[in-house]
């Protein structure tokens, strides 16, 4: 029975090209481009996949996916994350358990000017500056701007501050705590966020706001459990697809 | 090279994309030898599964050759036979070192596409939606396989590849719903659907010890394997006034020790119930024809295990009381392959496990989308269409 549909016609197959090799030490890994492209892509991407929830998802989903998109499901409106009465400055706060890694390496690890590239790729190109500064590219609507490391207490917690105008991060702080149950470190992110003004700026709060920021969090920590973990970053760049960007 | 794409629902399209490169260090790339359709591709195809993009290359179950390893790669080696679960997992994350490889924490490109709809990510798959990590399917030439020396499972030598092959998903899958059970001697174990994720689950409740398995389908084709290649009892629901009446009858009023659903969110069925259903998926209200779960749930016995494999949305009307006041233990997961995997290579050695009568039909990858409308279809018995690129 197996092979039932053998006798239909089948093309020599004599014509396929050879694969490439990859080149080892010459190719760059994931989340060191496109960052700002990433960005805008997800953006986007997120408002379709809404649509398209809500959409196949039914009233009482709508209400659901709707209520965990502003942020608001389970989180008490007095804490971070919550709902800011005149759409600026919103905070935004997310939490990973990172299992069997100790504080002290976390932070060793998100010191590393490397790791913050390439975990923050998805929101922002992130180059070093000098003198405990980086340099925040956000694409041109968003803007860019620099930070400065302004506490600094090792294996705990670290905080920075925007110097200057027109930070869309006005302060960013991690810290590390021990989990409950011996089961590794708590790695906590807050970012308090300050929209450029303008036309443009209400667009970036209303694309930002307090529902984007929070899953770009949520993204990085992501990226950081996987990096910490396993040495890379899940990614689907460069990948075979049939369309120009093939992420 | 030539993959199979997804152009929109209902429209795939065997076309020439760029080869899969190695990406990150622990990437392999594999050759494919065979690839085969799954039921659950048919809830995107159909469009009742958001978040794919045109342009995305689909499948998800299949084998291979290893032709080419990334840097960090220490085991694979180059010219290995090897078989790989559909679900992408690192190993090394507490899900991973608790055997819940498909709810792996560091394997999905995009978990801000997920955590809204279920909480938290999952692992990502091979060519299952964007949702689901986006990552380029195995319905081509060649794939990209991260995390190789987790996720490749070398073939002892003797094993044809189809035997094999559906090791990749529809046999762990089937083998897990039976674990769920927790078969005890003397136990009946009802299934409902005998596609190849439900033939798998019927032959490995009876190597799990099971006395009496019954599967439950409407096509008599796929009822006849299930007597003839896995020695089940079958019921042909459109053929009984009530499936619930004729399984207690079955087994002497007591009901099914352990139900499993092998079917999922495009149930078909009988009467109101199913129209109700059909009528709110058609609307988009709801994603899910639920008849198959509802009636495991009513079926199973009291205190008895309910085994879910089939995937599901989001449904409406679904009978917890029946759960609650019956004491139902309810297990599911999406497959955890690689905590099985040893266990089926072994069953397969030994000649107790033999999926490849599921592989009614072959095609050249040219001819993907023919085989899978006649998948879709059922049209000639054809309970899984497989693909030799």
């Keep these: 029975?197996?092979?039932?549909?053998?006798?239909?016609?089948?093309?020599?197959?004599?014509?396929?090209?050879?694969?490439?090799?990859?080149?080892g030490a010459a190719q760059s890994w994931p989340g060191q481009r496109h960052g700002r492209q990433d960005a805008l892509r997800d953006r986007s991407s997120l408002g379709i996949v809404g649509l398209a929830l809500a959409a196949a998802a039914g009233v009482a989903a709508i209400g659901l996916i709707d209520a965990q998109m502003r942020g608001t499901g389970s989180r008490t409106r007095t804490g971070p994350n919550r709902q800011p009465v005149s759409g600026h400055e919103p905070e935004v706060e997310r939490s990973i358990t990172i299992e069997d890694v100790p504080a002290d390496e976390l932070y060793r690890c998100w010191r590393d000017p490397e790791t913050m590239k390439r975990i923050m790729a998805p929101f922002a190109d992130v180059q070093p500056t000098g003198d405990g500064q980086t340099r925040w590219n956000a694409g041109p609507n968003l803007g860019s701007w620099d930070m400065r490391l302004a506490d600094d207490q090792p294996g705990e917690f670290?905080?920075?501050?925007?110097?200057?105008?027109?930070?869309?991060?006005?302060?960013?702080?991690?810290?590390?705590?021990?989990?409950?149950?011996?089961?590794?470190?708590?790695?906590?992110?807050?970012?308090?966020?300050?929209?450029?003004?303008?036309?443009?700026?209400?667009?970036?709060?209303?694309?930002?706001?307090?529902?984007?920021?929070?899953?770009?969090?949520?993204?990085s920590l992501h990226y950081f459990k996987a990096l910490v973990q396993t040495g890379e970053i899940p990614t689907t760049e460069r990948q075979?697809?049939?369309?120009?960007?093939?992420? | 090279m030539r993959a199979l794409i997804w152009n929109g629902v209902n429209d795939l399209r065997v076309e020439t994309v760029k080869d899969p490169e190695i990406v990150n260090p622990r990437d392999c790339i594999l050759r494919v030898t065979m690839s085969t359709t799954c039921g659950s591709d048919l809830h995107f195809i159909d469009g009742y599964i958001p978040t794919m993009k045109a342009g995305d290359v689909i499948g998800h179950e299949f084998m291979g050759v290893v032709e080419d390893v990334g840097p960090e790669v220490k085991k694979v080696r180059k010219g290995d036979r090897v078989v790989v679960p559909s679900f992408i997992t690192c190993g090394q994350c507490w899900y991973c070192k608790n055997k819940l490889y498909s709810l792996c924490d560091n394997t999905h490109p995009k978990p801000e596409l997920q955590e809204p709809i279920l909480g938290y990510p999952t692992a990502g798959i091979y060519g299952y939606t964007h949702a689901f990590g986006g990552y380029a399917g195995a319905h081509a030439q060649y794939v990209r396989v991260p995390f190789a020396d987790n996720d490749c499972?070398?073939?002892?030598?003797?094993?044809?590849?189809?035997?094999?092959?559906?090791?990749?998903?529809?046999?762990?899958?089937?083998?897990?719903?039976?674990?769920?059970?927790?078969?005890?001697?003397?136990?009946?174990?009802?299934?409902?659907?005998?596609?190849?994720?439900?033939?798998?689950?019927?032959?490995?409740?009876?190597?799990?010890?099971?006395?009496?398995?019954?599967?439950?389908?409407?096509?008599?084709?796929?009822?006849?394997?299930?007597?003839e290649h896995v020695g089940s009892e079958t019921i042909n629901y459109e053929e009984v006034d009530s499936v619930l009446e004729v399984l207690k009858e079955m087994t002497g009023g007591r009901g099914p020790d352990a139900c499993i659903d092998a079917v999922g969110m495009e149930a078909h069925g009988i009467g109101l119930q199913y129209a109700y259903d059909r009528?709110?998926?058609?609307?988009?209200?709801?994603?899910?024809?639920?008849?198959?779960?509802?009636?495991?749930?009513?079926?199973?016995?009291?205190?008895?295990i309910l085994s879910i494999l089939g995937v599901y949305g989001v449904m409406d009307k679904f009978p917890i009381g029946a759960i609650m006041n019956k004491g139902l233990t309810v297990r599911t997961?999406?497959?955890?392959?690689?905590?099985?995997?040893?266990?089926?290579?072994?069953?397969?050695?030994?000649?107790?496990?033999?999926?490849?009568?599921?592989?009614?039909?072959?095609?050249?990858?040219?001819?993907?989308?023919?085989?899978?409308?006649?998948?879709?279809?059922?049209?000639?018995?054809?309970?899984?269409?497989?693909?030799?690129?």
């Design chain 2, 279 to 304: 009528a709110k998926q058609l609307m988009y209200m709801h994603t899910d024809r639920g008849q198959a779960l509802r009636e495991a749930i009513l079926a199973c016995r009291k205190g008895g």
């Design chain 2, 153 to 227: 499972f070398k073939v002892p030598d003797g094993l044809p590849d189809e035997q094999v092959l559906f090791l990749s998903d529809a046999a762990p899958t089937g083998y897990m719903g039976a674990d769920f059970c927790n078969i005890q001697p003397g136990d009946v174990v009802a299934v409902w659907g005998c596609g190849g994720v439900g033939l798998m689950a019927q032959k490995s409740a009876f190597l799990m010890g099971a006395e009496r398995v019954i599967g439950i389908d409407r096509l008599p084709e796929r009822l006849q394997m299930a007597r």
């Design chain 1, 1 to 23: 029975m197996a092979d039932q549909h053998d006798d239909r016609p089948r093309p020599v197959r004599n014509d396929i090209p050879a694969r490439p090799r990859a080149t």
């Design chain 1, 158 to 219: 670290m905080r920075w501050e925007a110097q200057g105008g027109g930070a869309l991060i006005r302060e960013a702080s991690v810290r590390f705590r021990p989990a409950g149950g011996n089961r590794g470190t708590v790695v906590v992110l807050r970012a308090s966020l300050d929209p450029p003004g303008g036309m443009l700026g209400r667009i970036a709060t209303q694309m930002l706001g307090n529902t984007l920021p929070a899953a770009l969090a949520s993204k």
């Design chain 1, 240 to 247: 075979p697809a049939a369309r120009p960007d093939p992420r």
């Design chain 2, 333 to 389: 997961a999406q497959q955890h392959g690689q905590a099985y995997m040893d266990r089926l290579l072994d069953h397969a050695q030994k000649g107790e496990l033999n999926p490849s009568f599921l592989a009614t039909h072959r095609f050249p990858l040219e001819d993907a989308p023919h085989g899978y409308a006649m998948f879709k279809h059922k049209e000639d018995g054809c309970v899984r269409s497989v693909f030799i690129p």
